[in-house]
């Protein structure tokens, strides 16, 4: 929808660097498309209702937010990022707490929330695929009990889905749709002990 006009990264920080938990910040991002802007209004209610600290240099080399951005600016050229990167040990009743203070305060805004994580890690492809059977049905059925206790086998950021599917709840978005299933091993057809995987899913009313 080139209406967006929002887009909330929820992502793991990988390095676990910096002060807190939760960090943001509202620096803006240079594309080959233009420069995708920060919502400040929106980094600085993040500050303030969840507790998120600034910190551009982790933002900048946190992959999981950067290979994002120009693919953002391409297809949403007139929305705005709110990046928002969670410790791994950001805690069960906060990742949802998270989830539900983001919904608040994007509501009524067009926006868009993304969880940017990894599934499976590290396994044969055809293991790899059984643990991805397990996260999806979690995922499906909402079972943030079991996903908060879920490690490398399943997904990297039990937190950054905790609180997407707490905010999807609270929008109302009910419905899920997996566009796209693969595994590094299929994508670079090179076969491999030692994979990662994705998933591609919709969430909507």
Same mark, same amino acid.
């Given at each position: 929808?080139?209406?967006?006009? %929002? &887009?909330? &990264?929820? /992502?793991?920080?990988?390095? !676990?660097?910096?002060?807190?938990?939760?960090?943001?910040?509202?620096?803006?991002?240079?594309?080959?498309?233009?420069? %995708?802007? /920060?919502?400040?209004?929106?980094?600085?209610?993040?500050?303030?209702?969840?507790?998120?600290?600034?910190?551009?240099?982790? %933002?900048? @080399?946190?992959?999981?937010?950067?290979? =994002?951005?120009?693919?953002?600016?391409?297809?949403?050229? $007139? *929305?705005?990022?709110?990046?928002? =990167?969670?410790?791994?040990?950001?805690?069960?009743?906060? +990742?949802? +707490?998270?989830?539900?203070?983001?919904?608040?305060?994007?509501? $009524?805004?067009?926006?868009?929330?993304?969880?940017?994580? #990894?599934?499976?890690?590290?396994?044969?492809?055809?293991?790899?695929?059984?643990? #991805? @059977?397990?996260?999806? @049905? /979690?995922?499906?059925? !909402?079972?943030?009990?079991?996903?908060?206790?879920?490690?490398?086998?399943?997904? #990297? *950021?039990?937190? *950054?889905?905790?609180?997407?599917?707490?905010?999807? #709840?609270? /929008?109302?978005?009910?419905?899920?749709?997996? %566009?796209?299933? +693969?595994? +590094?091993?299929?994508?670079? $057809?090179?076969?491999?002990?030692?994979?990662?995987?994705?998933?591609?899913?919709?969430?909507? @009313?």
């Amino acid at each position: 929808n080139p209406d967006v006009e %929002l &887009v909330v &990264v929820i /992502a793991p920080n990988h390095k !676990r660097l910096g002060k807190a938990k939760i960090h943001t910040g509202s620096w803006n991002w240079e594309t080959p498309f233009g420069i %995708l802007y /920060a919502d400040g209004e929106t980094v600085k209610q993040i500050e303030n209702e969840c507790g998120a600290a600034k910190n551009f240099k982790l %933002l900048e @080399e946190e992959h999981s937010v950067s290979s =994002l951005v120009p693919y953002i600016k391409y297809f949403l050229p $007139g *929305s705005k990022i709110v990046p928002v =990167l969670l410790h791994g040990d950001l805690g069960f009743e906060n +990742s949802i +707490s998270l989830g539900e203070k983001i919904e608040s305060i994007v509501e $009524g805004k067009n926006y868009v929330i993304i969880a940017s994580v #990894d599934f499976s890690h590290y396994l044969p492809v055809e293991k790899a695929d059984k643990m #991805d @059977e397990i996260t999806l @049905e /979690a995922i499906k059925t !909402r079972d943030i009990t079991a996903i908060s206790h879920m490690g490398n086998d399943n997904l #990297d *950021s039990p937190p *950054s889905i905790i609180a997407l599917l707490k905010a999807m #709840d609270k /929008a109302g978005a009910e419905n899920i749709a997996v %566009l796209d299933h +693969s595994n +590094s091993a299929r994508i670079t $057809g090179t076969g491999g002990s030692n994979t990662t995987s994705y998933f591609s899913i919709m969430f909507f @009313e």
